[in-house]
């Protein structure tokens, strides 16, 4: 999450998506970047990759790299 702030800082709307998981069990996504200002344009692409990428099932127990 920490490469969207300075997209959001220039007005350019990022979303990410899950996508699946490593063999490791840790999660994989996609960083969507979209046109500045033009948010909802990218909510809309964001849904159609949403509902393209149905598979995507979380993880069922947190992999213990990401337990503090």
């Not at 996508?19 to 994989?28: A, D, V």
């Not at 990218?42 to 949403?50: C, F, H, N, V």
């Amino acid at each position: 999450m920490c490469y969207t702030m300075p997209l959001n800082l220039t007005g350019n709307p990022v979303v990410v998506i899950p996508i699946g998981q490593s063999k490791e069990g840790l999660p994989i996504g996609i960083q969507v970047v979209g046109k500045r200002w033009q948010d909802m344009s990218l909510l809309a692409i964001a849904q159609k990759l949403t509902e393209t990428i149905d598979s995507f099932q979380p993880p069922s127990q947190l992999h213990p790299m990401l337990k503090f």
